[in-house]
């Protein structure tokens, strides 16, 4: 499966963004799906997670009740809209599938995804 990032942009701090995650290639329906960010000098670090029937999300702390991460299975597509952004938030973002489909827990580590998608900048300027 192909994963396509975009909607990154340059962005005021206290400002929205929404990303999305096209897929290709294959149906996304069966995996649960990740949003992962890398700043610039730094590991990639989890952000977000959406089971594969999108009824189950979990999130980092530095993002929890500023991002919600949904899908649409039908345009096989992930979202993550980021609300009240900080310039800490800016990174490059990729969207990824989950290694294995159907599981029933949602996992946090990157070596638990495949699939990688390039990647959306996304900068916050205070």
């Known amino acids: 499966v192909q994963l396509q990032a975009s909607g990154g942009g340059l962005v005021q701090a206290g400002g929205s963004l929404r990303l999305s995650c096209a897929a290709s290639?294959?149906?996304?329906?069966?995996?649960?799906m990740g949003w992962f960010r890398q700043a610039p000098g730094k590991e990639r670090e989890f952000v977000a997670a959406?089971?594969?029937?999108?009824?189950?999300?979990y999130y980092a702390n530095s993002v929890r009740g500023r991002f919600t991460i949904s899908r649409d299975n039908a345009k096989n597509t992930v979202y993550l809209q980021m609300n009240n952004l900080k310039p800490e938030d800016t990174a490059v973002y990729h969207c990824?599938?989950?290694?294995?489909?159907?599981?029933?827990?949602?996992?946090?580590?990157?070596?638990?995804?495949?699939?990688w998608g390039q990647g959306t900048e996304v900068t916050v300027s205070s």
């Open positions: 290639g294959r149906t996304i329906t069966k995996y649960n």
């Open positions: 990824a599938a989950d290694r294995l489909p159907w599981r029933s827990a949602l996992v946090t580590t990157r070596d638990e995804y495949d699939y």
């Open positions: 959406i089971s594969w029937r999108g009824g189950n999300t």
